[in-house]
């Protein structure tokens, strides 16, 4: 991802363009084979719009997203279907996502049947092995979602996700609508699914503990950018950016014996309508210098694969 860019028009209750929220501003990360890159910040700050910027859900308004050395955006035709079966989406709402009045077994066969993917046999037979996969006796393919839990139904989205045998999941907080108890069940899944067919993931959350328990490395989100990213490990020990440190330092420390200074924000989080100039942190940062009001900060590598915007490591 080089350089991503939404944005949304905002219109007058009379239609007119009055100007435009930038919900994804200058983003650019890899997800290598076989990884999670895990996405964080507040609601809002256009983690999600990324994932759906990737999935080619919504058109970017700049930037570009490669996949295996093809720019998506140049793909058509048979080209570009192929290229969709590769990515695939698991998402927040597993209830919203699956129709109430199909059989959950057709809900997984709908991907193979728009892709022409086998015979009706073959299809029915990969969606009963994708549900046992996924925990559930084959038989339960006739039943419909309502008659399911929510932690099930989300196992189900993951097997629909799964029937085209993507390379990459982009999943959107899909643990977040769920019970804590049930949560690392699905986590658990993933984990070994992941495992088992060598797929990426784009994992966006909101819940760090959640990020730091199955990402390799995470990015940090503030009002659209992309502010701080480093392997998982680097970026919870040593975090850089004093929006990162604020995000962490609210989590509570499993040892109270470490003692770790707070850094406490002040102010809301301001309007992507109106985003402030320079660092967009700096209404909020208790670091924040003159220079800070009026120049973007560039990206310092901090360390290898540690990646920082905020002038406080400029070089
Ligand atoms: Fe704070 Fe300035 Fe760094 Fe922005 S660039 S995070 S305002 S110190
Ligand atoms: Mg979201």
Known sequence: VRGLQKHFPVRSALGRRTGSVQAVNDVSFDIYPGETFGLVGESG????????????????TGGEVWYEGQDLA??????????????QMVFQDPYTSLDPRRRIGYAIEEPLHIHRRGSKNERTERAMSLLERVGFRPDQ??????????????RIGIAKALALEPKLLICDEPVSALDVSIQSQVINLLEEIQQERGLSYLFVAHDLSVVRHIADRVGVMYLGGLVEQAPTDELFGNPLHPYTQSLLSAVPIPNPRVKKERVVLSGEVPSPLNPPSGCTFHTRCPFAMDVCRSVVPERVQASPGHEVQCHLYAT
């Open 45 to 60: 700050c256009g983690k999600s719009t990324t994932g759906r910027a990737v999935m080619n859900l919504i058109e970017p």
């Open 74 to 87: 140049k793909l058509k035709g048979a080209r570009l279907k192929n290229m969709r079966s590769n990515i």
């Open 141 to 154: 393919y006739y039943r419909y979602p309502h008659e399911f839990s929510g932690g099930q139904r989300q």
